[in-house]
């Protein structure tokens, strides 16, 4: 019982994010951006891949937007090319699909449910449906948004996900 309490509760944390960033060869930076719309950039910075974050953002969307970042680097290969660059606005993150199939050839929307599997991996989804943790407290603890957490539970129900 004790460690049914401590596997559910205890360990329930954020996954190391910059940690997987180095992992991948990217650095995290935050930064305020010349042009409010945009979100994040990947572009080579004093010779690495470096990705930028809206410093503006509230902590758990920064973390979304390093995540998404970090999906497009996974999805585009293991190598990220010297020259590799990528600037995204906000905008790229509030389109919408009416069909499932839209959704699942569309780069950012195959980018950002990759983003939400890194953030919210299966063990720590297997571990949070063993308690009886709320989304709430689910989205807390693993430093995402209600909504990102919300939007997790629905990805694990489609044929689209990243198991
Ligand atoms: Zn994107
Ligand atoms: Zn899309």
Redesign the pocket.
């Given at each position: 019982m004790a460690k049914d309490l401590l596997d559910t509760h205890g360990t329930l944390s954020p996954v190391p994010l910059i940690t997987l960033c180095h992992t991948q060869g990217l650095t995290v930076r935050r930064t305020t951006f010349a042009t409010p719309d945009v979100a994040i950039v990947v572009i080579p910075y004093h010779g690495l891949p470096t990705i930028f974050v809206d410093q503006a953002a509230s902590a758990a969307h920064q973390r979304f937007l390093i995540a998404h970042a970090l999906a497009h680097c996974v999805l585009h290969g293991q190598q990220i090319p010297d020259n590799y660059s990528l600037v995204e606005s906000y905008d790229r993150f509030t389109?919408s699909?009416n069909f499932s199939d839209d959704?699942a050839s569309?780069v950012?929307?195959r980018t950002n449910r990759l983003a939400r599997a890194i953030l919210m991996p299966p063990s720590k989804m297997a571990q949070w449906l063993r308690s009886s943790l709320s989304v709430t407290s689910g989205g807390f603890l693993l430093a995402v948004s209600p909504s990102q957490f919300r939007q997790r539970l629905r990805d694990r129900l489609s044929a689209e996900d990243f198991h």
């Open positions: 389109h699909h959704r569309c950012e929307c």
